[in-house]
């Protein structure tokens, strides 16, 4: 099999009567891709940044399509676009709600379990730990150093210079990540019980940071953790789904 990470030999490449059946395509850039007279029976895209963007299907965007079908899909989550303190809660209410049936609703046995390179519903509940320990904790509240030792990063946050030595190298256990995971949502809640217009207006610094000129508003970092919250949701259903 041949092995193209990491590279960009391939930007700009045409591919005429090639067969990519059955490849796979993990955190590679494929925006601006042009594809034309393609056989696309079985072709699936997960995109967490698809609605920022366009997809052309046949010359149809279909990206408003498959925003409205997963707002169907997962009651409340139009509300992570909310920009008042109202929306806010109640899109929080309605995602913990739908965690809540998810984490009670699977045995114990499949905590752990993987689909290919995926994480693990254990896994995904560390990474929300962490999501919400830089949104909030560090986005938010400006600690300076915000992240919980269970928290689980992004795959190659350390050769991107992130500094990922605050983390715990074992991986905690199921209790311990549920105990955290509580406590980091109980912080949300408490937060948004008393969020003003004028709080979500308020300007601040990139926990990521980076050398862009963005400064996030209270409003775009609770924006984000809603995402986050939705998307990680989305997938650990699908993943369960195939290892029932």
């Known amino acids: 099999m041949v092995d193209f990470s990491n590279t960009r030999e391939l930007e700009g490449a045409t591919f005429y009567r090639a067969s990519l059946k059955g ?25 967490h940044d698809l609605a920022f963007g366009t997809l052309l299907v046949n ?18 989550r139009a509300l ?6 109202e929306g806010l809660r109640e899109g929080w209410v309605a995602v913990q709600a739908a965690w809540q049936e998810t984490v009670a609703d699977t045995p114990r046995a499949l905590v752990d379990a993987h689909v290919e390179d995926e994480w693990s519903l254990a896994e995904t509940l560390r990474h929300l730990v962490l999501a919400t320990d ?8 400006g600690v ?3 992240f919980h030792e269970i928290g ?15 983390f715990r190298a074992d991986p905690p256990t199921y209790d311990e990540v549920l105990a955290v995971r509580a406590e980091r949502q109980r912080l949300v809640t408490d937060f948004l019980a008393t969020a003003t217009p004028e709080l979500l207006a308020e300007e601040r610094r990139n926990p990521w940071g980076g ?32 290892l029932r």
């Open 144 to 146: 300076e150093q915000p």
């Open 134 to 141: 830089a949104w909030l904790r560090g986005g938010i509240l």
């Open 59 to 76: 010359g149809v965007d279909v990206v408003p399509l498959v925003e409205a079908e997963l707002d169907r899909r997962f009651p409340g």
């Open 80 to 85: 992570q676009r909310s920009t008042t303190p």
């Open 211 to 242: 050398g862009d000129d963005w400064r996030p508003t209270v409003g775009d970092c609770l924006r984000v953790i809603l995402e986050e919250e939705w998307a990680h949701l989305r997938y650990v259903r699908r993943d369960l789904a195939l």
């Open 152 to 166: 689980m990063i992004f795959t190659g946050a350390a050769e991107m210079g992130f500094d990922v030595s605050v």
């Open 23 to 47: 490849a796979t395509l993990r955190s590679s850039d494929v925006s601006d891709v042009t594809m034309r007279s393609v056989d696309v029976g079985g072709l699936d895209i997960d995109s």
